[in-house]
């Protein structure tokens, strides 16, 4: 079977599908039509970020809720050890003023630091959500699998990720500590079964796998894992070292075997019928000698901490400004602060020091050694303490 590659995205196709993703594009994951107003503001928004507007008059494609920063797991690899973590819970009532975007967004993503699905009222949040056209997505754990799975389907949750960190019980549980990989595996099952039961193609499920030292050679059997399951893709993300204990998980200056098992990964996927994202071999990111690849963030993405900031993304540890201070969502999307970050985001002589060493997984240059090693920077937000 043939496969195109485009050296500018960095896609891979097979007989026109895309099986292969090396970084995120600016548009986002299609699993149902947009409305028109959805269409429209789209369109409206992807004209501006191209022209680089700081005062838009598009609403963002995304919105990005953290609903806590708290987490049911201690994974190894996660910088909670390393930075102060006061924990803190999404207030629902920071919903009241998106109603107008909501009606116009293309997808809310509950994603940040922490676990979204031990928040109290996670189920309260997708029936809200519910309410609206836009697409409904959340990264989670998988330790709550068992008591989401019908809230699933009566919310229609368009898209799931699900951490693992291993193919196998011994390597996941050993990393991710407190996880229950045959749990998870098992919950996941039952879950595709019910798809299948009550006929629906929702929701589109994928693993997401941090790669490192212990971990690597382990793709291709998470690929094999995802066929066997029915799931759709797997996505891999390269470990960024919040301390000095884990340098040597670090896949920094590990091109040639990364790239051999990326190469078997895609193969695998290929001809199993998964789709795979990988993050660029170190050396070939289309970013080149800049500090990060073209960044989107501040046109596409509207980014709520838990903590009732706004912040740039999820791996900024700039806080923009409180949601408090201003009394409408227009006012928040095009203030000050914001028209600044769009200015400066992509100009290497102004953007902020902390996005010079991006470890975002998909703008990160990935041929830089700080996107691969944060020790002794700040990769987290000072958190304003909402305890849950």
Not at 109 to 127: A, M, N, Q, S, V
Not at 131 to 153: E, H, M, Q
Not at 226 to 246: M, N, P, R
Request: proline share 3%.
């Amino acid at each position: 079977m043939g496969i195109e590659e485009s050296s500018l995205e960095g896609v891979v196709t097979l007989r026109g599908i895309i099986m292969v993703l090396r970084a995120k594009t600016i548009d986002l994951l299609q699993t149902k039509d947009l409305t028109s107003k959805q269409k429209i503001n789209s369109d409206l928004n992807l004209g501006e970020l191209e022209s680089r507007e700081k005062n838009l008059a598009s609403f963002p494609r995304r919105i990005i809720l953290e609903l806590t920063n708290a987490c049911n797991l201690r994974c190894v690899m996660c910088g909670r050890d390393e930075a102060r973590f006061s924990k803190t819970v999404f207030d629902l009532s920071y919903l009241d003023r998106l109603t107008k975007v909501l009606e116009v967004t293309e997808e809310v993503t509950l994603f940040g630091w922490g676990e979204p699905t031990i928040h109290p009222k996670f189920k309260e949040i997708l029936e809200y959500l519910r309410r609206y056209p836009t697409r409904k997505y959340f990264v989670t754990n998988g330790t709550r699998l068992k008591s989401i799975r019908d809230a699933l389907f009566e919310y229609q949750v368009d898209i799931m990720a699900v951490s693992l960190d291993g193919a196998r019980a011994s390597t996941n549980d050993k990393i991710r500590i407190g996880s229950n990989f045959e749990q998870i595996v098992s919950d996941l099952s039952l879950i595709v079964k019910q798809k299948q039961k009550l006929g629906v193609s929702y929701p589109y499920i994928n693993f997401v796998f941090t790669a490192m030292q212990s971990n690597l050679q382990e793709i291709p059997d998470l690929v094999r894992l995802a066929c066997d399951l029915g799931l759709e893709e797997v996505k891999v993300v390269y470990l960024t070292v919040f301390s000095d204990k884990l340098l040597s998980e670090s896949l920094w200056e590990q091109q040639e075997e990364v790239k051999r098992v990326f190469n078997e990964s895609i193969q695998l996927a290929e001809s199993l019928g998964v789709k795979i994202k990988l993050p660029y071999i170190q050396g070939e990111d289309i970013a080149g000698r800049n500090y990060h690849k073209d960044c989107f963030v501040g046109w596409r993405d509207f980014f709520l901490g838990s903590d009732g900031y706004v912040r740039p993304c999820q791996s900024s540890a700039t806080k923009l400004f409180p949601y408090s201070k201003y009394d409408t969502f227009e006012e928040m999307w095009n203030s000050a602060e914001y028209q600044d970050f769009r200015s400066r985001v992509n100009d290497p002589e102004t953007m902020p020091g902390e996005c010079k060493r991006c470890y975002q997984s998909s703008h990160a240059n990935w041929n830089r050694k700080d996107s691969f090693i944060q020790v002794g920077q700040q990769f987290a937000p000072d958190w304003a303490n909402r305890p849950m």
